[in-house]
Structures are given as C-alpha cells and as structure tokens.
C-alpha cells in the first residue's frame, strides 16, 4: 500500500527567503507525482507534474525534484513571498489502469512579511 | 474553457440523513475522481467514473456511490449520514483516466 509522507506538518519563514518542502512515498511503482496548492477551505490548484521518467519541473519560482529509487520529491521555492502562504500537498500516481491519488497530509507554509 | 465545478459550496445536514453533491468537468473530459478530505488531512480517494462506469474504489463504505452521466458530470451519493462524514469533498476531472486531475473548489459537508 502506497503511503506519502510530508515532513514537518508546519513551516514558517521570513519572506524572501529560498525553501525545500520535502515528500516521501513507500512504492517506487509511480507513474507521476504532483504538487499542490490548497487556500484554507479552497480546493486544490496544480503546480508541477513530474512524470516518473523525469527528474525535475520547473515553473516561475517553483522547482519540483523526482527521485523515484529513494522514494523522494522537492519542491523548491525561491524568494519566498507572504503570497505564498498555504498548505502544499504532494501526490503520487500508481502505474496501471487504476490512477487514483494517494496524497500525504501536507505543509502548511507561512511566510512572514 | 470552463474548469470543474461542485454544487453546493457549503451543505449542512443531520445525521442519518442523505446528500448528493454534484460536480460538472472541464469541457473535453470523460474521466471524474471524488476525493474526501477530512480537516487537516491530505484528500483520500472515493472513487472514479470513467465514461459512465465505475473504474476504482477506495477504502469507502457501499452507502458511498456515485453516477456520471452522458455528459460526463457527476453525482456524489451518501447516505445514512455519520458524523466522519464532515469534510471537504473534491472533484477532479481528467481527459483520461491516467491524465492529470484538475480539482474544483470542492463542497463542505457539515454533519451535525
């Protein structure tokens, strides 16, 4: 049974400053992995998909890392803004036919002005 | 394009009752996912409909079911309503069963 872990449950840094936002799975059997934006209350906005032949996505400040053989993913974000306070989910994608999600608990990242 | 949506935004019932929320894809997708999340909790996987049949379960009770209809919206159907059952529940619709999943804003169930 696949099981993603986000580590720690809370973040809170100064703005402008550079962070890592770490997540682990058990089974190396992906068949993507993706990250996550959720608002309080709000539902889930995509940030980066990494298929599991890929080792990393980038989109504006945000960078996500794959490395499916220690069962491991990033998310960098550069220049840390209070507009970037929220919770992040990361999620992985078994390979086969059955493509639900299974996603870890999320950090919830604030940023200090 | 229109992205996914849910009706309603916000629902409160009593326990033991029965509630249907409703989810409308993005334009050109066939494939709904439903997801549960419970508050401080990662979303967990309900199931998925891909052109109108069931296409994966998760670890959820019978009295959850679902529908998707010709146009690909869906149905989310609970009934005997616990009080676990308040949460935020999500709908994500995809091109293909193994595509990415785009959410929407999700419908928030208070069972009291």
């Known amino acids: 049974k696949q099981e993603v872990t986000q580590i720690p449950a809370a973040l809170s840094v100064p703005e402008g400053e550079n962070l890592v936002l770490n997540c682990s799975f058990t089974d190396s059997a992906i068949y993507n992995l993706q990250w996550f934006r959720q608002d309080p209350g709000k539902g889930l906005t995509s940030l980066l998909l990494?298929?599991?032949?890929?080792r990393e996505q980038t989109s504006g400040r945000l960078n996500a890392s794959l490395d499916k053989s220690s069962g491991r993913s990033t998310l960098y974000i550069a220049a840390s803004q209070p507009g970037d306070s929220a919770t992040y989910l990361c999620a992985v994608r078994p390979t086969g036919a059955n493509s639900k999600l299974t996603f870890g608990k999320g950090i919830t990242l604030s940023v200090r002005p | 394009e229109t992205g996914v949506t849910q009706s309603p935004t916000h629902l409160i019932k009593t326990r033991g009752q029965q509630v249907t929320l409703r989810c409308s894809s993005q334009s050109g997708h066939n494939t709904v996912s439903w997801y549960q999340q419970a508050l401080g909790q990662g979303p967990q996987f309900i199931f998925q409909?891909?052109?109108?049949?069931?296409?994966g379960r998760g670890n959820f009770p019978p009295r959850f079911s679902g529908l998707q209809f010709p146009n690909y919206s869906s149905e989310l159907n609970v009934n005997a309503l616990e009080l676990d059952d308040s949460a935020l529940y999500l709908c994500?619709?995809?091109?293909?069963?193994?595509?990415?999943?785009?959410f929407g804003p999700g419908t928030r169930l208070t069972v009291t």
């Open positions: 994500a619709s995809s091109y293909m069963p193994a595509y990415e999943q785009y």
């Open positions: 990494i298929q599991s032949s890929q």
């Open positions: 409909y891909y052109r109108e049949e069931e296409n």
